[in-house]
């Protein structure tokens, strides 16, 4: 998929075009799926790819979602990241390109992987799963 900034910028607000499009990243603890414990798929608010799901999703006590593992490997990329004067791993989504937020490992987290796939809230749009 394959957009204009301007086009991005008619369909996202400011704060989604600044994470998604410019790989921004919003303040912890603020925003919307930070500590939520619905049920669903989480998907790319930008393109509507389904990227993670609940079942992975887990607290990490670090202010936004982390997951453990994404929905299945072809749905996002990794990008080697070093900004801010460290190496980190970028998360994007696969289908649209846009930033989602960053994988760190080895943190000693007691999930399957010892991943944690540190997204923003802005990045994500939960589809709850219907009782």
Not at 17 to 23: E, M, T
Not at 62 to 85: K, M, N, Q
Not at 93 to 113: I, K, Q, R, Y
Request: charged letters at 30%; aromatic letters at 12%.
């Amino acid at each position: 998929m394959t957009k204009s900034d301007a086009e991005w910028r008619r369909e996202l607000t400011e704060d989604e075009f600044q994470v998604l499009r410019r790989a921004g990243t919003e303040r912890p603890f603020t925003g919307e799926y930070w500590d939520t414990k619905t049920e669903g798929v989480y998907a790319c608010r930008a393109c509507g790819a389904e990227l993670f799901t609940s079942g992975e999703k887990f607290d990490a006590h670090c202010g936004w979602p982390s997951f453990f593992a994404p929905l299945a490997e072809d749905r996002v990329r990794y990008i080697r990241d070093e900004s801010l004067g460290m190496v980190r791993v970028e998360v994007r989504c696969a289908a649209c390109d846009s930033h989602l937020g960053h994988v760190f490992s080895g943190e000693g987290f007691d999930t399957p992987t010892d991943q944690r796939y540190c997204i923003n809230s802005v990045s994500l749009r939960l589809r709850a799963t219907q009782a």
